[in-house]
């Protein structure tokens, strides 16, 4: 029966070929494996930090979501460090569906939009992704959001995760 650090292992072992396949650069490839390590419990570094990516879409700001409307939305990740998300949190003043793309590699996240209530979680109950979500830095999550309540929505969309920073930015290699 495998352990849990080996079940870890497996994951990073997973991810790092994922992260080669992508033509990242070999320095930022091997700080996002060992930020994983983090992630998923062993080996703290400090280039690793929590972070929370978030959309909103409210009366206040005037971009509340109008009744039946579908808007294009995005969340750009910084320039300064990789992303890595792990939860979807949310919520809505009603029913909405959301599809979910990356800008940098146009790759879509589900095969067509999905209802809120089975794609995003709560701050007590977070929707986990079935596995880390890695984001290259400087790059967009762009959010297709369609109204399903005949009424305007306001909407808040947070992927909550890890922000990896190059390592050589703390003075370490």
Do not use: C
């Not at 495998?2 to 033509?23: E, H, K, Y």
């Not at 109008?66 to 992303?83: C, E, G, K, L, P």
């Not at 919520?91 to 939009?113: C, F, H, K």
């Amino acid at each position: 029966m495998p352990t849990d650090q080996d079940i870890a292992n497996a994951q990073i072992a997973n991810a790092a070929g994922q992260i080669a396949a992508q033509g990242t650069s070999k320095a930022l490839a091997n700080d996002i494996v060992k930020a994983l390590y983090d992630v998923l419990g062993a080996y703290p570094r400090a280039n690793v930090l929590p972070y929370w990516y978030q959309m909103s879409r409210t009366i206040a700001k005037a971009n509340a979501i109008a009744a039946n409307a579908t808007i294009q939305d995005a969340i750009r990740v910084s320039a300064d460090a990789a992303f890595i998300a792990t939860k979807v949190v949310g919520a809505s003043t009603n029913d909405y569906s959301v599809q979910v793309r990356l800008s940098g590699s146009d790759r879509i996240l589900m095969n067509e939009p999905i209802h809120s209530a089975a794609f995003v979680g709560t701050a007590e109950r977070p929707s986990i992704l079935p596995k880390p979500l890695l984001i290259q830095p400087n790059s967009t999550i762009a959010l297709d959001l369609t109204d399903l309540s005949g009424a305007q929505n306001e909407v808040y969309f947070s992927l909550a995760g890890f922000k990896v920073y190059n390592l050589q930015q703390y003075g370490a290699v």
